[in-house]
């Protein structure tokens, strides 16, 4: 016959952390909060890249969107933000610096 099984038991608790144990700890947390990171999100047209970010943006995320270097072009240039000229510029922009400027500026301004 099968045997029956054991109950669970709890693992043991972890001690109390002493000051030294504490003072490291902090000085570990201050020292992560220094560091960035850096998540990028692609995808098509409607595939919950804004939902994602929206999460992100909950956890207290700072979000960058690559529009958002568009938007700051149409700015300097006294330009409105609509859709045909966010469109009109990007493409402005990638065909007289290439394929990699919205991403180089954007990366700039976390700096």
């Known amino acids: 016959p099968p045997r029956p099984l054991a109950p669970r038991r709890r693992p043991p608790r972890p001690p109390a952390p002493t000051a030294a144990a504490a003072a490291t700890t902090a000085t570990t947390t201050a020292a992560h909060q220094r560091r960035r990171l850096v998540v990028g999100v692609s995808g098509l047209n409607a595939s919950g890249k804004s939902s994602v970010c929206a999460a992100f943006a909950r956890h207290r995320f700072e979000t960058r969107s690559l529009s ?12 409105a933000e609509t859709r045909e000229h966010l469109i009109a510029c990007g493409n402005e ?3 007289a610096h290439g394929a990699g400027v919205l991403g180089a500026r954007t990366a700039a301004a976390l700096r």
């Open 68 to 79: 958002d270097a568009i938007r700051a072009e149409l700015r300097a240039r006294g330009v």
């Open 93 to 95: 922009l990638r065909n």
